[in-house]
């Protein structure tokens, strides 16, 4: 029973085949890996990215945020000097427009004056 030299060169045949396949299994193994090595490094390269531009964002929301709240603050000081000169040019309109006694001539010189120096002043 010894083994016919065509069963040695099968044999041989077959070992050479499989090393074959196991190599070429390992290097399309490696080369997967090595791709997915890199996507995995862009990936994470672009993560970063996005976390500082987050981070950047949000202290220029917080520094846009402060301008609109100083800009409100202006405009509502604005608003309330427009209404304080709005009641006192009222309430001047008023004093102007109320009846008086008779009129000479010294008082509507008076009154004249008293125009010109608001308008003035």
Same mark, same amino acid.
């Given at each position: #029973?010894?083994?016919?030299?065509?069963?040695?060169?099968?044999?041989?045949?077959?070992?050479?085949?499989?090393?074959?396949?196991?190599?070429?299994?390992?290097?399309?193994?490696?080369?997967? =890996?090595?791709?997915?090595?890199?996507?995995?490094?862009?990936?994470?390269?672009?993560?970063?990215?996005?976390? +500082?531009? #987050?981070?950047?964002?949000?202290?220029?929301?917080?520094?846009?945020?402060?301008?609109?709240?100083?800009?409100?603050?202006?405009?509502?000081?604005?608003?309330?000097?427009?209404?304080? +000169?709005?009641?006192?040019?009222?309430?001047?309109?008023? =004093?102007?427009?109320?009846? %008086?006694?008779?009129? %000479?001539?010294?008082? #509507?010189?008076?009154?004249?004056?008293?125009? #010109?120096? =608001?308008?003035?002043?």
């Amino acid at each position: #029973m010894g083994i016919d030299p065509l069963q040695m060169v099968a044999i041989a045949l077959s070992c050479l085949f499989g090393i074959g396949g196991a190599l070429v299994g390992l290097a399309v193994g490696i080369r997967t =890996v090595v791709r997915d090595e890199e996507r995995w490094r862009v990936a994470i390269e672009s993560l970063d990215l996005t976390r +500082s531009d #987050m981070a950047r964002l949000r202290l220029d929301w917080g520094a846009t945020l402060e301008s609109l709240e100083q800009l409100a603050q202006a405009v509502e000081k604005g608003r309330r000097r427009s209404a304080a +000169s709005e009641a006192v040019i009222a309430k001047r309109d008023q =004093v102007d427009d109320a009846p %008086t006694g008779p009129v %000479t001539s010294a008082d #509507m010189r008076n009154h004249i004056r008293r125009q #010109m120096k =608001v308008a003035r002043g």
